[in-house]
């Protein structure tokens, strides 16, 4: 039970399953879309017989003509979003496709948000800041993931300043989600790792956060519990479908969690490691993850012993503090099982940049639903 009301989003259409993408043209032409931009990377759209060789393929058989952009980089930038916007006015666009990540997704949403709400992105960071609705999107996912497919927040790094910042609203979410996990039987170890973690890090933070109610708890568990049993094996070999299809399933499971319930000071840290070193998003989650929820075990012991039997810990017996320790310790584990890096120095952190980094990260949106309530001095630490 809730004591609290609250509104719950999602796409109002989801696809899902092994073949799905084949639908992708049917559907487009159902929301009436002549020319979409597709928005993607330039190795997806080389791929043989990749997502976006697929998509293309469908949107064909149902007439529909497109454009492509295919200059999407991790952790997007303003100018990835404006090129896009330029594309989309010069081509007579009309209706926007994103196939990809994270990356792809927020860079569709990006260029979306600047069509139709005013040229500055970085004046519309912040909670429902759009007034207009962006052209008709639909998301084709290809790591799992972000959840970004399906939910309201479009994440943009600004080139000067080295931030990322978040453009909340449910105007962001797309209109049709696609996750066909045939698309990602050939993601690289490293990136199914690395996603994979960001997925079990939007699984943990909504359980604890201060926003949860019971369908977001429901969701976190479910994911949780998929993760504990397919990330491991997607990772050893990412051929197997039905792993591939486990994580899936988890990562809009904890993507539909997180866009309802928020995240934490995992999220609201890993923002400032990515903006400044411009290093991979689940990775910053993932270092980070075991050391923030330590701090945050004193806020809710109850939840984290919860989390550490859904973790497949064995509690019985034990203290609610020692119950919720195993669950930091069960994060631990499945970090180094999967081999993300140990330290933060790893990834190029300069212990110089630490205090303007914690003064971002408490102004970070995604700060205001962590457990407990921190100073910079935490953060730092
Ligand atoms: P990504 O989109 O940057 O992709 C990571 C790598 O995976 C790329 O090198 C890409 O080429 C490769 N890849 C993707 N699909 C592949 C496939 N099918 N086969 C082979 N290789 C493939 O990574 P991501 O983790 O999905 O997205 C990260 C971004 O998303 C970050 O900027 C992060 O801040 C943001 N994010 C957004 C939300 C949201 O709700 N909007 C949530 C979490 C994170």
């Not at 699984?203 to 519990?225: L, M, R």
Request: overall charge negative; some cysteine; glycine content about 8%.
């Amino acid at each position: 039970m809730s004591e609290r009301s609250y509104d719950f989003l999602m796409p109002s259409v989801n696809f899902f399953g092994p073949g799905v993408i084949s639908k992708i043209g049917d559907r487009a032409k159902m929301l009436g879309m002549k020319k979409p931009v597709i928005v993607t990377e330039k190795f997806l759209k080389e791929l043989k017989n990749g997502p976006v060789e697929q998509t293309i393929a469908s949107l064909k058989q149902a007439g529909i003509d497109y454009v492509i952009y295919q200059g999407v980089e991790p952790n997007p930038k303003v100018h990835n979003i404006e090129e896009v916007k330029q594309l989309y006015l010069k081509s007579g666009a009309d209706s926007i496709i994103t196939v990809g990540g994270g990356s792809s997704h927020d860079t569709g949403k990006g260029a979306g948000i600047i069509l139709t709400n005013g040229d500055d992105i970085t004046k519309l960071a912040g909670i429902e800041t759009l007034t207009k609705p962006l052209p008709p999107l639909i998301a084709v996912n290809t790591t799992a993931g972000t959840g970004s497919e399906l939910t309201r927040h479009a994440v943009i790094t600004n080139e000067e300043t080295h931030l990322k910042f978040v453009v909340v609203s449910w105007r962001n979410i797309p209109l049709v989600s696609f996750n066909d996990p045939t698309l990602m039987l050939d993601v690289p170890k490293s990136v199914t790792a690395a996603t994979g973690m960001d997925a079990f890090v939007q699984a943990i933070e909504p359980y604890v956060s201060v926003d949860h109610n019971p369908i977001t708890d429901s969701q976190c568990i479910e994911a949780i519990k998929l993760i504990e049993s397919s990330l491991r094996e997607a990772v050893a070999n990412g051929h197997n479908l039905a792993a591939r299809t486990k994580m899936v399933e988890a990562e809009m499971l904890a993507g539909m969690a997180f866009n309802n319930a928020n995240l934490g000071y995992v999220h609201a840290m890993a923002h400032q490691l990515g903006g400044q070193y411009d290093a991979p998003h689940g990775v910053c989650c993932a270092l980070l993850l075991p050391y923030v929820e330590e701090y945050n075990l004193i806020a809710c012991p109850d939840r984290f012993a919860e989390l550490a039997k859904f973790m497949g810990e064995n509690t019985a017996g034990l203290s609610t503090r020692d119950a919720a320790m195993l669950s930091i310790k069960a994060m631990k584990q499945m970090a180094a099982d999967v081999g993300i890096p140990k330290t933060i120095k790893e990834i190029g952190a300069k212990p110089a940049d630490f205090e303007l980094m914690a003064k971002n990260a408490l102004k970070d949106g995604n700060a205001f639903s962590n457990p407990r309530k921190g100073n910079q001095a935490d953060i730092v630490k």
